[in-house]
């Protein structure tokens, strides 16, 4: 029997941007997915299609208990986190020898084949490999990483990735000549990002752009826009959705010694705030 988890992740800039080539920046958070695999010839019922993928993916059959801290469908990533953790326990269990890579890409099959086609490859490479993530066109690479000092608001309103890449999408049938210089803009945000990425205060200010940018997009909500503000009053550098948008979380780049301060604003606006950090490792045996 082994014990296995996986990160969950935000995106710092570029969400929606990444679908049209453009580059992209995600981090690994805390919290994480713990999932227990034991070897078994007569398992135990499925408790849900990604496990079920998961060993038939490998060609196995056996027990699984998942024990999540992450609120699900809220654009952090969490059923890549369980598939992630899934595999890798599986891959543990029984000696299957496949590398990160490979998990992390039989994980993103297994998210498009549930999901019906829409996943996010950066969903499931971060959870797997952790840090900070650059993504440029198809290619994803670790960066070296940065201690950011984040807030996570979760709006408690539930969103459909799919629906609002499909918004995204429909804007840009028709108004190519507008929407294109916007995508070509949060490209340039995410790399002017990752050159000051020592520089809060500046990303803070790149973040604002982003959140901006998003809402021209069609993707804000307005409790994301409550959150958003309220952080911002309470003293953060900068704050803007992650994931999807239309629902979901936002987060908030604070000074270390404000993040208690805005974790409270948000929990002020009747959503769920909690503070986190970046997580280097991605999937682990616990
Ligand atoms: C969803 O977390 C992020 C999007 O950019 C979709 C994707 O990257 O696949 C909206």
Not at 215 to 244: C, D
């Amino acid at each position: 029997m082994v014990t296995w988890s996986a990160p969950g992740k935000v995106f710092l800039f570029g969400e929606h941007a990444v679908v049209y080539g453009k580059p992209g920046l995600a981090m690994a958070i805390k919290p994480r997915v713990f999932v227990t695999v034991r070897k078994n010839r007569h398992p135990t019922p499925a408790k849900s299609p990604y496990i079920d993928g998961c060993f038939k993916a490998m060609g196995v059959t056996g027990s699984v208990y998942v024990n999540s801290q992450m609120p699900s469908s809220s654009g952090l990533g969490s059923s890549a986190a369980v598939t992630v953790a899934t595999l890798s326990a599986i891959n543990d269990e029984f000696d299957l020898d496949r590398t990160r890579e490979e998990i992390a890409l039989t994980a993103y099959q297994i998210e498009r084949a549930v999901q019906k086609g829409r996943a996010s490859p950066t969903d499931t490479y971060v959870s797997t490999i952790g840090g900070m993530v650059l993504i440029t066109g198809q290619s994803r690479r670790k960066i070296p990483p940065q201690n950011l000092n984040l807030v996570v608001g979760n709006t408690l309103v539930s969103h459909s990735t799919a629906k609002m890449v499909e918004l995204v999408a429909e804007g840009q049938r028709k108004f190519p000549d507008v929407m294109n210089p916007v995508m070509e803009a949060m490209g340039a945000l995410t790399l002017s990002a990752v050159r000051n990425l020592s520089n809060p205060r500046q990303l803070g200010q790149l973040m604002n752009i982003n959140e901006a940018l998003l809402e021209v997009l069609g993707v804000g909500h307005p409790t994301l826009s409550k959150l958003v503000i309220a952080s911002r009053n309470a003293g953060a550098f900068g704050a803007k959705l992650t994931g999807a948008g239309g629902g979901g979380c936002m987060i908030a780049l604070c000074p270390k010694h404000m993040k208690g301060r805005v974790a409270a604003a948000i929990d002020a606006c009747d959503a769920r705030a909690f503070i986190t950090s970046i997580d280097t490792v991605g999937a682990r045996k616990e």
